[in-house]
């Protein structure tokens, strides 16, 4: 039967979290959607596989954005999540809500009901906190939390934070981020948790949810202007399935924008130039792109140890047994150990400057292959995470099979490009304090030859790379760019919504995965809320 009360298209981070909320009472008929594979490796689970699995084809679109000066003109890889829990499944499992003024902002500009106060018992309800490594319990339908692995290097690196005048914090997560802290993470017991894990896993059991993998979405159906269901290519043969009361596109920031306009929603000249009919002509589908720049910094280190001195047999062996008996060590590293939030100037009224530390000196090659350094080192990386540039993302043609342009326009401002050079010479000025400072070498990248601002602002312009955040591309709202109104609507449709990060009005200052799942948890009570009213 290809008749549903919900189709949710796309089975990541929020989709997961609909799959669940909506089949929860039994009483609707859900399909999920999922363009890419099941999340079955074993590298998608085991914490430190995020290095091998995030630029992994299998697990990917393959998206790159589009060459741009501001980039050093590179074909920068940008990996989204192509498997059950989408980006949840690959992602570095950094757990970081957002400041609470990101989202008092969301409902300054007219999105009711999106202020930190309003979104604060969501968060609550999609997080499960451990401590000391507790066993995860599946019955919660919530990601599990815990504060990442310590180590030597890193409680050092959190003393010469506060030498410098970053305050210790317990916790990101509170609303304000001013300081220094260990990250939390989305690890429980050596366990990578995913939306899939989480959220799918538990729900897959009901009889009124239905999951179907390799399926990609061709485009919504329409009756008028109501969104009657979808059209799917399920290995080469098309299938078209109806939903009674919802589409409900959850595709992320990417793939949400593409279908929108494949199916006749968006930019009317845009559409037009594909030979596309216009259903609703909406101008900012596919614009508003936000995404974290991130640029990093390597330093050579002694008497401490490493994750480089980890790589021999002895060592090696020594973190099998750890993540095999304890669940801990090296295989259940996330893609960061220390955190801190700080501003590029003092005009900034927050941090606009987020800090990652990680006890491992490297980089990626020019495969995205992650490459380590051959020697003790550790690396401070640091993202702008209150950018004001924004990009596009539009189709190239009527192909659901071509992968759309994308324009991230980084570093279009002038205070981009300030904070990114500021926030850089404060990860060195960090390094000059003691602790760290004692047990510091040479820099590696950039190394001392890169000292004036246009150096730095040079550096950062050729290595560069994403903060793998992209949001916006739908955003919610009710100005002229407005995709979806703040019950996540499309504008000038009936039974669609969209549910993911691309609904975001500006992004958040952190990872955003947290607060994708918040939202779809939001939406979710909203959907059901129109049912049974």
């Not at 393959?62 to 999540?81: L, Q």
Request: proline share 5%; with cysteine; glycine share 10%.
């Amino acid at each position: 039967m290809n008749s549903f009360d919900y189709i949710i298209v796309g089975g990541g981070s929020a989709g997961c979290v609909l799959a669940n909320r909506l089949t929860a009472s039994g009483e609707h008929r859900v399909l999920l959607l999922e363009a890419g594979p099941s999340d079955w490796n074993p590298l998608v689970h085991i914490p430190i596989g995020w290095t091998q699995i995030s630029y992994h084809p299998a697990f990917n679109w393959g998206n790159s954005i589009e060459p741009e000066a501001s980039t050093n003109n590179r074909h920068m890889y940008w990996p989204r999540g192509k498997l059950l829990g989408g980006c949840s499944s690959i992602n570095g499992m950094l757990h970081v809500r957002g400041h609470r003024e990101d989202f008092n902002a969301w409902r300054d500009a007219g999105c009711d009901g999106w202020d930190w106060g309003s979104v604060l018992p969501y968060f609550e309800r999609s997080e499960r906190h451990y401590e000391g490594g507790g066993q995860a319990d599946l019955s919660s339908a919530a990601l599990g939390v815990s504060e990442v692995e310590h180590s030597e290097a890193s409680d050092l690196f959190i003393k010469s934070c506060e030498s410098y005048g970053l305050e210790a914090i317990g916790d990101f997560n509170q609303g304000e981020q001013e300081g220094v802290a260990y990250y939390k993470g989305n690890i429980v017991r050596g366990r990578r948790q995913s939306t899939s894990h989480c959220y799918l896993k538990p729900a897959k059991k009901r009889p009124n949810l239905q999951v179907v993998t390799g399926a990609q979405c061709q485009r919504i159906t329409f009756d008028g202007k109501r969104a009657t269901g979808v059209v799917v290519s399920i290995k080469g043969n098309i299938t078209e399935y109806r939903a009674s009361r919802e589409v409900i596109v959850s595709a992320g920031a990417i793939n949400s924008p593409q279908l929108l306009q494949l199916s006749g929603i968006g930019p009317a000249e845009l559409l037009q130039q594909h030979g596309i009919q216009p259903v609703v002509a909406l101008e900012g589908v596919g614009q508003n792109l936000k995404d974290h720049l991130g640029s990093m910094a390597a330093y050579q280190v002694s008497g401490v140890r490493t994750v480089w001195d980890e790589m021999n047999p002895i060592g090696l062996l020594r973190q099998l047994y750890n993540y095999l008996c304890r669940r801990s060590g090296l295989l259940s590293f996330p893609s960061g150990h220390v955190g801190a939030f700080f501003r590029s100037s003092e005009a900034q009224e927050r941090p606009d400057i987020q800090l990652f530390f990680m006890p491992v000196g490297g980089d990626r090659d020019e495969k995205h292959r992650s490459v380590m350094d051959k020697e003790s080192a550790v690396t401070a990386m640091i993202q702008h995470v209150r950018p004001e540039s924004s990009g596009s993302v539009n189709i190239r043609s009527a192909s659901p099979s071509d992968l759309p342009a994308i324009h991230a326009n980084y570093l279009a401002t002038e205070y981009d490009r300030q904070a990114m050079v500021s926030g850089f010479k404060q990860i060195r000025r960090i390094f000059d304090q003691d602790p760290i400072a004692a047990i510091r070498g040479e820099e590696i990248r950039p190394g001392k030859a890169v000292q004036t601002d246009d150096e730095i602002l040079d550096y950062i312009m050729r290595q560069a790379t994403t903060g793998y955040h992209p949001v916006g591309t739908c955003k919610m709202g009710v100005d002229q760019q407005a995709v979806v109104d703040p019950q996540l609507r499309v504008h000038g449709c009936e039974n669609l919504r969209v549910v993911d990060a691309s609904v975001m009005p500006d992004i958040v200052a952190g990872n955003t995965n947290a607060a994708t799942v918040m939202i779809a948890e939001k939406a979710a009570d909203m959907i059901l809320n129109t049912t049974s009213a």
